[in-house]
C-alpha cells in the first residue's frame, strides 16, 4: 500500500472510531463537545478522499492542510473531553495516539510538498507518510 492508501485508511478507522465515540458521549448525555469533536474527526478522512481529486498541486497541498488542521482540532476535542472527565485517561491515550499518528504522517506530507512545490522539477502530489 502506497503512503496515500495508508494515512486514507488510518484517517476512516480513525473517524469510525470517533462515531463510536460520538455515540457513547451522547449516551452520557455530551451533546456540544462531541459534535465538534465528530465534525472535525470524521472531516480528516473526507479532505484527503477529496484531494485524490483535486485539479492541482496546489488544490492537492490545500486539502491535505485542511486534514491536518482537522486534525489538530480533533486533537483539542479529544483533550477538552478528557479534562472534563466525559473521557477516562484510558479511552483519552488510545484515541489520542491514532490523532498524533496521523498528524504526524500529515505534517510530514505537508511539509515535503510545501518543498516540493518550491522545487518545481520535484514530483508531487502524495501523501509522504
Known amino acids: 500500500m502506497n503512503s496515500e492508501g495508508m494515512v486514507l485508511d488510518k ?10 465515540l460520538y455515540k457513547y458521549l451522547c449516551n ?30 496546489n488544490d ?13 482540532e ?10 472534563t472527565e466525559f473521557i477516562s485517561e484510558k479511552q483519552y491515550s488510545s484515541i489520542n495516539k491514532d490523532c498524533s499518528e496521523i498528524i504526524r504522517m500529515l505534517s510530514s506530507s505537508v511539509k515535503t510538498m510545501k518543498i516540493e512545490n518550491k522545487n518545481p522539477s520535484a514530483e508531487g502530489g502524495h501523501l509522504n507518510c
Open 11 to 20: 484517517s476512516k478507522s480513525f473517524a469510525i472510531r470517533i462515531v463510536k
Open 28 to 57: 452520557k448525555n455530551e451533546f456540544v463537545l462531541s459534535k465538534q469533536l465528530l465534525k472535525s474527526g470524521t472531516s480528516i478522512g473526507a479532505n484527503l478522499s477529496e484531494a485524490k481529486y483535486a485539479q492541482s498541486r
Open 60 to 72: 492537492f497541498l490545500n486539502k491535505v492542510n485542511i486534514a491536518l488542521k482537522e486534525a489538530s
Open 74 to 83: 480533533t486533537e483539542y476535542w479529544l483533550e477538552l473531553l478528557y479534562k
